[in-house]
């Protein structure tokens, strides 16, 4: 059983720069694509940055690129979103996924995915 625990949210500042980790249990990490969606306060959950599994290929969602940055390391079994410039719509409930397939590249919808995060609440105050 796959588990994904995250942590880093917290109360931010607009403009600041948190980073936000997710780690699995289990052994098959190094093979897995895994991504990072949100869901904001009355908004439906959304995609945010995919990784491919050897961290050579990334998306990420136009709101956020150019600010945010996925990365990986798989001597950690974590994937990490670094936030930079934060805004106060960035402020939502931040989910890691990881997906059940092996050497895949980056995926940006949620059915792509088959192990969730908890989550872990990033507000953004102005």
């Known amino acids: 059983q796959v588990q994904l625990v995250e942590s880093g949210g917290g109360l931010v500042q607009a403009g600041g720069s948190p980073r936000l980790s997710c780690t699995a249990s289990?052994?098959?990490?190094?093979?897995?694509?895994l991504g990072w969606f949100r869901q904001g306060p009355g908004k439906e959950r959304g995609f945010v940055a995919a990784i491919s599994w050897n961290g050579a290929t990334k998306y990420y969602a136009d709101s956020v690129k150019g600010r945010f940055t996925i990365f990986r390391d798989n001597a950690e079994n974590t994937v990490y979103l670094q936030m930079n410039s934060l805004k106060p719509e960035d402020t939502a409930v931040y989910y890691c996924a990881m997906s059940g397939s092996n050497y895949g590249g980056p995926r940006t919808a949620e059915y792509e995915y088959d192990y969730w995060g908890q989550g872990t609440q990033v507000t953004v105050s102005s």
């Open positions: 289990g052994r098959t990490f190094s093979s897995k694509a």
